[in-house]
């Protein structure tokens, strides 16, 4: 089935621990972007690509790192992880760009504790 | 300042009932987009209507219509005839046509709605 495959879908990691959460989507969307879920806070967008080998920083970039080398692939690095990095993970996909009213394909999240 | 305000954290509302669910966004561009997403207790993100800043009519999908009002920069979700299945939370998101973030979305805190029976 199309869409956005995010995995895994929970983690549990310790203080300083580092991994890879891991997204992929078979649409050919150029733009993908990560987001975290905190109660209270709606989504907030970590990194985004508009491209293979392109990225940005979104608004709360700090911990995290990303890389874009396939059009399909837009891993999400945690290099030391906190526990303020505990929160529910969501990486999106959409056409782009400049099609205003194209909305983001969202995956399925991932729920990440850091003890 | 924030983008997107839902002012309403949680409601309930009656099984049939229309309940609406207020959103109001601040932005500087003169084309953006709206959208509306429902986040079931399973957790994922389902995209629910779109309204385009040059839209002159409101969207509307199945039950779900949007009442936009330019002016006051509001994008209230109508949910006609409740269902108990409606009982998710609710995200009001921006898209703006500006470069800022890649033109990604702004979304508010989320209200959440439960449908009584």
């Known amino acids: 089935n199309a869409g956005v495959t995010q995995t895994p879908k929970f983690q549990v990691l310790k203080t300083g621990q580092s991994m890879t959460l891991q997204c992929a989507q078979d649409m050919n969307h150029e733009y993908m972007s990560w987001y975290r879920q905190d109660p209270g806070m709606g989504l907030r967008l970590i990194h985004y690509?508009?491209?293979?080998?392109?990225?940005d920083q979104g608004e709360v970039p700090n911990g995290y790192n990303v890389s874009r080398s396939t059009t399909e692939d837009f891993p999400l690095r945690l290099l030391s992880a906190a526990p303020s990095q505990t929160s529910v993970y969501f990486c999106a996909s959409r056409e782009g760009p400049g099609r205003i009213f194209y909305g983001y394909t969202f995956g399925s999240g991932t729920r990440l504790t850091v003890v | 300042a924030q983008k997107i305000t839902q002012t309403q954290p949680g409601m309930f509302v009656q099984e049939k009932e229309a309940v609406t669910l207020d959103c109001t966004y601040d932005?500087?561009?003169?084309?953006?987009?709206l959208f509306w997403y429902k986040q079931p207790s399973s957790g994922e993100m389902i995209f629910l209507i779109y309204?385009?800043?040059?839209?002159?009519q409101n969207a509307t999908e199945g039950r779900y219509s949007l009442n936009f009002q330019k002016a006051r920069k509001s994008a209230n979700l109508v949910i006609s005839a409740s269902q108990l299945g409606d009982s998710a939370m609710y995200f009001c998101a921006m898209r703006e046509g500006g470069s800022n973030y890649g033109q990604n979305f702004v979304f508010g805190p989320g209200t959440r709605l439960s449908v009584l029976p």
């Open positions: 690509s508009v491209g293979a080998g392109i990225t």
């Open positions: 309204q385009g800043s040059y839209d002159e």
């Open positions: 932005t500087s561009d003169q084309s953006y987009g």
